[in-house]
């Protein structure tokens, strides 16, 4: 795989890289063709999963490097992955404010953003699609510093990123299109919302891998940035929801499975 993405440009490598994130979301959207209805604590676990994942992610893929660039770069460690960080986590917040959606087991009246007659069905999805500008914007990031970086170690970094945010893309999928289902919707139609919740990836790739490639000085900015937005949205909805049951501790299971799944691709496989 690794000798793969080599031969590839920074942009194609993101970009196909994402597809498979993308992938794998569609393949979590067609497991409503097998079921109607999931329990809620395996959802909780699932969403715990997803969680974990990008908690680890975040730091061994995203602020660890942008911190060891710092140091190369002569500037101060701390600096780009302090402002960078927070900087992400006021972006999602602002867009948070603005784009309308809703988060899973909600009512329509506790939709957020701007006031809207839009579907449920449809904030939903898009409350998904926004935390999944950050994942692909990641994996963007990731894939441009491994090309300014020149060493395989960084392409290795960012193909683990890439199958650990598909992997917590699964479950995500099924998320959105199965209580689509459930209310009534048909299995085609909720597949199509589920999967579409990931088509956002592959263009918040790009972006990211072209913004890193442009204004090289700006990389541990951008590293740092993509885990604010990450963790933000972690600390938003991904947890939250996963504990709304009270005393079920599928979710928390599901944070620490994800976490050292995470940890392990990115330790091991680097």
Same mark, same amino acid.
């Given at each position: 795989?690794?000798? %793969? %993405? ?7 490598? =993101? ?17 409503? %063709?097998?079921?109607?209805?999931? $329990?809620?604590?395996?959802?909780? #676990?699932?969403? +715990? ?5 990008? @908690? ?7 602020? /660890?490097?942008? *911190? ?5 770069? =002569? ?12 900087? =992400? =986590?006021? %972006? ?21 953003? @701007? ?16 935390? $999944?500008?950050?994942e692909g914007l990641a994996v963007g990031v990731a894939f441009g510093a491994a090309s300014l970086g020149g060493d395989s170690t960084s392409l290795v970094a960012a193909i683990a990123l890439a199958i650990g945010i598909g992997l917590q893309n699964f479950p995500e999928g099924a998320a959105v299109s199965i209580p689509l289902r459930r209310e +009534? ?7 199509? &919302?589920?999967?579409?919740? #990931? *088509? ?12 890193? !490639?442009?204004?090289? &000085?700006?990389?541990? &900015? ?5 885990? #604010?937005?990450? @963790? &933000? ?17 599928? #979710?928390? !299971? ?11 691709? /990115?330790?091991?496989?680097?």
């Amino acid at each position: 795989m690794e000798s %793969f %993405f080599q031969n590839l440009s920074p942009i194609m490598q =993101g970009f196909l890289a994402t597809l498979f994130t993308w992938w794998m979301t569609m393949l979590g959207a067609a497991m409503v %063709f097998f079921f109607k209805t999931i $329990n809620q604590k395996v959802l909780n #676990g699932m969403l +715990g999963f997803a969680s974990g994942v990008m @908690i680890a992610a975040s730091f061994w893929s995203l602020l /660890d490097p942008a *911190i060891e660039l710092s140091k190369k770069l =002569g500037v101060a460690s701390w600096k780009p992955a302090l402002i960078g960080f927070l900087c =992400g =986590g006021l %972006f999602l917040w602002s867009v948070d404010k603005i784009l309308p959606h809703l988060h899973l087991n909600q009512k329509i009246s506790s939709a957020e953003g @701007i006031k809207t007659k839009w579907r449920r069905s449809a904030l939903l999805v898009l409350a998904i699609t926004l935390h $999944n500008i950050p994942e692909g914007l990641a994996v963007g990031v990731a894939f441009g510093a491994a090309s300014l970086g020149g060493d395989s170690t960084s392409l290795v970094a960012a193909i683990a990123l890439a199958i650990g945010i598909g992997l917590q893309n699964f479950p995500e999928g099924a998320a959105v299109s199965i209580p689509l289902r459930r209310e +009534g919707m048909s299995r085609l139609k909720a597949f199509l &919302y589920g999967q579409a919740s #990931g *088509i956002v990836e592959p263009i918040a790739a790009v972006i990211g891998v072209v913004f890193v !490639i442009k204004m090289t &000085y700006l990389l541990p &900015y951008a590293l740092s940035f993509a885990a #604010g937005a990450m @963790i &933000y949205v972690v600390a938003e909805e991904l947890i939250p929801t996963a504990k709304e049951i009270k005393h079920d501790d599928s #979710g928390t !299971i599901g944070v620490m499975l994800g976490f050292a799944v995470m940890m392990f691709l /990115d330790v091991a496989l680097a």
